[in-house]
Antibody, heavy 121, light 110 residues
């Protein structure tokens, strides 16, 4: 069974950092692009960033560019999101999602349950 | 502000057919595949349609997708109470070099 389990969320003060992790299982991790998608409370879905199968990042949403860094470790079947200079508007449920193929433009098919990030003083 | 435009709400009665639209531009829907996700209350989104009209295994054929030019649609036939959820369209955007989502449509089964 394909499974994505996020961790690392929590309450953090504005300006501080947090690192999210996503543990993948049930598929050949290195064969697929991966993404982070977030959902602010009561709001819609927002793509944050994606990374190709080989670790080359696709890009970032304008709202996080320069502050967030996506990475992956294929040997550990893990995806990461380093979040720096956090702002209250980054408060959201962060989902790890599996791409449908090596190409990040081919959509996403499996979602984790998410990890909650709350940025507040 | 979402780059893909969806109606904020839709409704129908059990057994009815409902359509949800998704409007974009040449840099996203016009040149790339469209995906649809269903998000039931309190749960993670689930893939309903990929590559414009393809259904993952396990998704009932009551759900169908279509695309024409820079717009796409999700149709749900034989509406059931369990279809009450938020529905999102998504596509790759060549200008942004990223995935964009519609604002979501809340479907109510009356």
């Amino acid at each position: 069974e394909v499974q994505l389990v996020e961790s690392g969320g929590g309450l953090v003060q504005p300006g501080r950092s947090l690192r999210l992790s996503c543990a993948a299982s049930g598929f050949t991790f290195e064969d697929y692009a991966m993404h982070w998608v977030r959902q602010a409370p009561g709001k819609g879905l927002e793509w944050v960033s994606g990374v190709r199968w080989n670790g080359v990042n696709v890009g970032y949403a304008d709202s996080v560019k320069g502050r967030f860094t996506i990475s992956r470790d294929n040997a550990k079947n893990s995806l990461y999101l380093q979040m720096n200079s956090l702002r209250p508007e980054d408060t959201a449920l962060y989902y790890c999602t599996k791409g449908r193929s090596t190409s990040p433009s081919d959509g996403m098919d499996v979602w984790g349950q998410g990890t909650t990030v709350t940025v507040s003083s | 502000q979402s780059v893909l435009t969806q109606p904020p709400s839709a409704s129908g009665t059990p057994g009815q057919r409902v359509t949800i639209s998704c409007s974009g531009s040449s840099s996203n829907i016009g040149d790339n595949y469209v995906y649809w996700f269903q998000q039931l209350p309190g749960t993670a989104p689930k893939l309903l349609i990929y590559r414009n009209y393809q259904r993952p295994s396990g998704v009932p054929d009551r759900f169908s997708g279509s695309k024409s030019g820079t717009s796409a649609s999700l149709a749900i036939s034989g509406l059931r109470s369990e279809d009450e959820a938020d529905y999102y369209c998504a596509a790759w955007d060549d200008t942004l070099s990223g995935v964009i989502f519609g604002g979501g449509t809340k479907l109510t089964v009356l």
